[in-house]
Structure formats: structure tokens, C-alpha cells
């Protein structure tokens, strides 16, 4: 009996001591994350990816600051209002990393109700400087979110030191996101300057704030500004800066900014300047900017000449179409010689009859000699300046076995229907063309090509081609709904929906007993379509990224390597690899390439409109497009993603928290630079 009490006395004390807190011991202060080992962030990112977020919101309250820290930044990729006020008790979390995420969160998701919340989270008594990443966050986060009168109380704050990089960082994100919600002030305007021109200030700050100048509308500058920008536009050795502070001094279209901008161009060495120069020279006087813009289309880089020459294009006189024949003739590249004769077909006269056949017989002799699928594709667009020809595109392109050449048809075709001057090159067929092209618009949205059923569909429902007279009946847009297949073809099937609503609201705006009734705006009343999770992540391809983890990228122009984020967006970079490993993108074009902006391919159609039976989610972090090289998921909308990426060229601050971030370029930048439309993906290879 003596040893069963014993036994008994031995078991309680090992309960007791179980039971008791361990005397010393701290809390889990530090985030560390380790997709590899622990099935918890699985479980959470799982949650994130399925849009569950009453699971999520379990963890805000989790011992574990990892599993803080991710679920709610999970949020800046849900985007759910539904979870500001348990966020809100996360700006007040132990651990820096985890505020910081709250604030992100909050500001992604964009709700208004959040801006006093975030205010009211701001650290004001951070003396020794131990919250600066959390209020910077805040920061940032009311631009997202906040009233005018918010903008001009952060704008005018002058305490942070120049050494304070991380909330001059903060501020200065806070007047642009702002901006790029079109709200500004001349308070903002004034400390965007006075970060671009005083001295010291950290180059990352100068940075956005010369993004502010690129991007906002409706900028306010004095003369005395004006100059000051010039001189730091003239003087800068950051072509990142140069290229923003450019456009912004363009938008001011002022005399002494135009002197800038040439001077600024003079033996400028980088391709992307350049571009922008020309973009910016595009606000002034033609004549002022003419012979500089004929300069450029000898440039040796086709980024350059072919932004020269879509100049012409948008801004060119009918007086100059020998002019730009004559410089298309001299092209030896097709990409910019194409958009010339565009500028020519478009500034000719309509009664100009002997040189248009000159110029479009040029033009489908060109389409008749080459092979390059995205010259056929341009080349129709320039043969389309002249309504005429419609029926040359139809032949040329809208049978093609490509994509690519129907949908440029068709978008070809729109534009005849758009031309100004309709009338007076088809005279008496004008009805007849207009009625035959809205019949093959018809056409292509019963035949369910997603490219084709976007094009279509919002041509249809433009007011001034009037085609809710013509189609009174549109059951047969509800029959092409259900044709088209989900996901995949989830961009068309959104447009589509939205031509449907217009097409109803015109009906019921006809219908005489409703004539007194005051019509909302169709684009309040769709409901647009959302992807639901079909397609969860592959976590053994996850285990499988680490830190030495590349992507080699074949091209026809040569290589270049990528690097991925496998914390920050797991499901994205086990998706890119899987299909770099199927051998999916072996063959893939280019399909899309904006000179100074991105580079695009990964399109199983090669026209843009292209994609697989799934979609990913979007996986929206904290990184930011702040420098060159960095490569994104392409999308219709948030969580439509799947197959296409693009890489930039340079920084692109306003793609941050909307396009998922999943690698950067380690080498080979000169390469992606180099790419120009229908350049190949010959193979990607995944090495460990």
C-alpha cells in the first residue's frame, strides 16, 4: 500500500510541474518563417488561398507571432472588410512585424473606415525611433484610404530628420497613393518637392517622390518649381529618377520644361530615358518637337525609334504623310516601320486616293513577305487607318489559324468603326459596313474565342457604335455565356456580362414606361463574376524552392535568370515551376511588350487573352516595384492569375499591392531588355 501511495504522490508532481509556467520564460518575440517544416503556416496560407477568413482571424490572438503575422497578411491579399476591426487590435501587437502586416492590411484593403483607425494607431511618443517600419506602414496605409484633409496634415509634417529614411519612406508613399486615387493637394505637392530638391535625402525617398510627379494628375507647379525640377532632372545620375521627374515635367507642359527635357536627352545613354523624354515631348507643340522626334527614329534601340514613331501616330499632320512614309521605307526594323506607315494612313487625307494604294500596297506586301506573326498583327492595325480596307483585314486576318492575327483583326475592324471620318470614305456603304462588321462582332461572340468575346463585347456596348438598336433581341449574348468555360475564360466572360447589362439598360431606357425613371450607371449595377479556389497549392513543390532556386529563361534573344520569392508567394512560384517543368512556356511569344514598362508572355494563345481550367490566387506582399527586374503575375483582376507573367523595366510603384511579386531578375537584364514582341520563350529551366 506504502508504494501505491508513493506512486500516486510521484504522478501528481509531474502533473504539477507540467501545469506550472516556466518560471523565466518569454514570449515568442521573432516571425520566422519556414515553409518547409512547419504544417501550421501551411494550414494558414491554405486558409489565405481558400479566402477563409474566419479561420484566419482565429490566429490573430495566437501566442505564435508567426501566425499572427501571416494571417493577417493574408488580408492584403483578401481585401475583406470584413476584417478591419480584428486588425485593428493587431496595431497594437508585441511584435513590430505583426503591426506592421495590420497596417499593411488595412491600407490594402482600401476601406475608408480604416482611416481613423490608423491614425489613431500612430506612434506619436516614439522617441528612440522603435516603431519607425510600423508608422511608416500607417503611413502608407491612409493613402490608401484616407480624406484630403488627412493628406495635408501628413504632407505638412517637417519633424522627420533626412536620417529618418524609413518614415520620409512612409510619407512620402502616403502623398502618392494618394495621388494615384486622385487626390492631391498643394501641401503634398510642395513636400514632394522639397524631397526631390534639398539635399541629403535618401535616393529611395527622391525616388517616390519623383514617381508622384509621373504619375499624378492635375499637379499645380509654380515657374520657380519648374526650374528647380529641371535642374534636378538635368543633374540627376538616377536614370529611375530622371525617368519619372520627366513625364512630370512634360504634364506641365511649360517652355522652360521643354528646354529641360532636350537638354536632358542630349547624349543620354539610357533607352528607357529616352522613352519617356519622348512621352513627355509629346505634350508640347509639333512643330517645336518634330525634328528631335525625326532624330529618334534613328535610334539604334527599337524602344526608342518605335516610341518616336508612335509619336507620329497620336500627333502626327496630314501635311507630313510623305514624310512618314518615306522614314518607314527607311526602316530596317518592322516595329517601328510598321507604326510609321500607321501614322501615314492615318494623317492622309480621305481624298488622297493614288498615295493611300501606294501606302496599303506597301502594307500587304509586307504582309504577304513576312512570317512574324506580331508584325502580321501591327501591320493590320496600320492597313486599318483606312476604313476601305476592311475587307482586306477580314480575309487576312479574321480566319487566321493564329490568335493573335484574329483578335488584332477584330480590334482592327473596331477601329474602322471608330474612325471620325467614316462617312467620307465609304459614302453610301457606310450603313452597310457598320451593320456587316457589328454582324461579324455578333459572330465572334457566338463562336465562344475568349480574345475574340472580349474584343467584341466591349465594342458592342460602345454608346457611339449604337448596336442596342441593332441587336433589340440579346438572348443570344446569355447562350454565348454559357459557352464560354470557367476560369479560363473568365476576362470575356466578365465583359460580356457588362455588354449584357447595357444591352438591357438600353432596352429598358426605351421602353416608354420607364422614360421618367432615372437610370443608375450599368457599371454599378454588374455583379462581375468572381474565381472561386480551384487550384490549391502544391506544397511539395514549395519544400522544394530554396535560396539557390533559379528559373533560366531561354529565349531567341538570349538568357536571363530569375529568383523566387517562395516566402512571400509560395502558391505563385509552385505554379510558374510546375509549368516551367511541363514544358508549358517552351515555344510561348512574347505576346506583350511596352517599351519602359514590361515585357509579357506565358499566354497559351499568344494573344493576351489566353489561359488554363484554373486560376491561382493573388498573393499580394509587401514587396513593392521599386526597381527594374522584378517579375509579376498578369491577371484580369485580383485572384484570376495563372499562366502569364511579365518582367519590368523599370520601377512601376503604382502595380504595388495589386500584382503579385514572385520573382526578380538575378542576371541577364540586358536580355530582357532586348525582347520585343513575338520573341520566344524557347524553354525554362529549373535548376536547384
Not at 514632394?192 to 539635399?199: E, I, P, S
Not at 457566338?446 to 449604337?466: Q, S, W, Y
Not at 483582376?637 to 523595366?649: A, D, L, P
Amino acid at each position: 500500500m506504502a508504494k501505491y501511495y508513493y506512486l500516486l504522490f510521484i504522478i501528481s508532481c509531474i502533473i504539477l510541474t507540467q501545469c506550472m509556467p516556466v518560471v523565466g520564460e518569454k514570449p515568442i518575440s521573432e516571425v520566422i518563417i519556414n515553409l518547409n517544416e512547419d504544417k501550421t503556416l501551411h494550414r494558414l496560407l491554405d486558409y489565405q488561398d481558400r479566402h477563409e477568413i474566419d479561420s484566419l482571424i482565429l490566429y490573430f490572438s495566437d501566442k505564435n507571432p508567426t501566425y499572427r503575422y501571416i494571417a493577417a497578411q493574408a488580408f492584403s491579399s483578401i481585401k475583406s472588410p470584413k476584417a478591419i476591426d480584428e486588425l485593428k487590435n493587431l496595431l497594437t501587437d508585441d511584435v513590430s512585424m505583426v503591426r506592421t502586416a495590420a497596417a499593411y492590411a488595412l491600407g490594402q484593403i482600401g476601406d475608408k473606415k480604416a482611416e481613423s483607425i490608423l491614425i489613431n494607431a500612430f506612434d506619436k511618443n516614439d522617441t528612440l525611433s522603435l516603431n519607425q517600419a510600423f508608422n511608416a506602414a500607417v503611413l502608407e496605409a491612409v493613402g490608401k484610404c484616407g480624406t484630403k484633409n488627412t493628406l495635408s496634415s501628413i504632407a505638412t509634417v517637417s519633424s522627420y530628420r533626412r536620417a529618418d529614411t524609413t518614415l520620409l519612406k512612409g510619407q512620402a508613399l502616403s502623398v502618392y497613393r494618394f495621388a494615384l486615387r486622385d487626390i492631391i493637394s498643394s501641401e503634398g505637392t510642395n513636400s514632394m518637392v522639397n524631397l526631390l530638391l534639398k539635399t541629403g535625402y535618401p535616393e529611395e525617398v527622391q525616388l517616390i517622390a519623383a514617381n508622384y510627379f509621373g504619375r499624378a494628375k492635375n499637379v499645380a507647379l509654380d515657374t520657380v518649381q519648374i526650374s528647380k525640377l529641371g535642374q534636378k532632372f538635368v543633374s540627376t545620375n538616377s536614370p529611375d529618377i530622371k525617368m519619372a521627374l520627366g513625364l512630370g515635367l512634360g504634364k506641365t507642359k511649360s517652355p522652360n520644361a521643354l528646354e529641360y527635357l532636350i537638354q536632358g536627352l542630349r547624349g543620354e545613354p539610357d533607352y528607357r530615358v529616352k522613352c519617356n523624354i519622348i512621352r513627355a515631348l509629346s505634350e508640347f507643340e509639333y512643330v517645336r518637337v518634330k525634328p528631335i522626334m525625326l532624330g529618334m527614329l534613328n535610334d539604334n534601340n527599337k524602344h526608342v525609334s518605335n516610341s518616336a514613331a508612335n509619336y507620329f501616330v497620336k500627333y502626327g499632320l496630314r501635311n507630313d504623310v510623305q514624310l512618314y512614309r518615306k522614314k518607314a521605307l527607311e526602316q530596317s526594323h518592322w516595329w517601328p516601320r510598321a507604326t510609321l506607315y500607321r501614322a501615314a494612313n492615318k494623317h492622309l487625307s480621305v481624298y488622297s486616293v493614288n498615295t493611300r494604294a501606294l501606302i496599303n500596297n506597301e502594307i500587304k506586301r509586307r504582309l504577304a513577305e513576312t512570317n512574324n506573326i506580331a508584325e502580321k498583327a501591327e501591320l493590320l492595325k496600320s492597313l486599318a487607318e483606312d476604313p476601305n480596307s476592311y475587307q482586306n483585314i477580314i480575309n487576312i486576318g479574321l480566319n487566321a489559324d493564329q490568335p493573335l492575327l484574329r483578335v488584332a483583326a477584330l480590334e482592327s475592324l473596331v477601329e474602322i468603326l471608330g474612325n471620325p471620318e467614316l462617312a467620307l470614305f465609304l459614302r453610301s456603304r457606310t450603313y452597310r459596313v457598320q451593320d456587316e462588321i457589328g454582324e461579324l462582332l455578333k459572330t465572334a461572340i457566338d463562336n465562344a474565342d475568349g480574345g475574340m468575346v472580349a474584343v467584341a463585347a466591349g465594342a458592342l456596348r460602345n454608346p457611339k457604335f449604337k448596336y442596342a438598336k441593332q441587336f433589340k433581341e440579346f438572348e443570344w449574348m446569355e447562350a454565348a455565356l454559357d459557352k464560354l468555360q470557367l476560369p479560363r475564360d473568365i476576362e470575356a466572360f466578365n465583359e460580356l456580362e457588362k455588354t449584357l447589362a447595357y444591352f438591357e439598360s438600353e432596352k429598358k431606357k426605351s421602353d416608354p414606361k420607364n422614360k421618367d425613371e432615372e437610370e443608375p450607371a450599368v457599371e454599378k449595377e454588374v455583379q462581375l463574376t468572381k474565381t472561386s479556389f480551384n487550384n490549391p497549392i502544391d506544397w511539395r513543390r514549395v519544400k522544394n524552392i530554396t535560396e539557390r532556386t533559379e528559373a533560366k529563361v531561354q529565349t531567341n534573344r538570349g538568357i536571363f535568370n530569375m529568383r523566387f520569392y517562395k516566402n512571400e508567394a509560395p502558391g505563385t512560384a509552385a505554379n510558374f515551376i510546375k509549368l516551367a517543368k511541363d514544358g508549358f512556356f517552351d515555344g510561348k511569344p512574347f505576346h506583350r511588350v511596352v517599351s519602359n514598362f514590361v515585357i509579357q508572355g506565358g499566354c497559351p494563345r499568344g494573344d493576351g487573352y489566353g489561359s488554363l481550367d484554373y486560376t491561382i490566387r493573388s498573393e499580394l506582399s509587401q514587396l513593392s516595384y521599386n526597381k527594374e527586374g522584378f517579375v509579376g503575375m498578369a491577371s484580369a483582376g485580383n485572384h484570376t492569375e495563372c499562366t502569364q507573367w511579365f518582367v519590368t523595366h523599370s520601377p512601376t510603384l503604382h502595380l504595388d499591392g495589386n500584382y503579385t511579386i514572385f520573382a526578380h531578375i538575378t542576371s541577364g537584364m540586358d536580355i530582357v531588355h532586348k525582347i520585343e514582341p513575338g520573341d520566344i520563350i524557347e524553354k525554362i529551366l529549373i535548376i536547384n
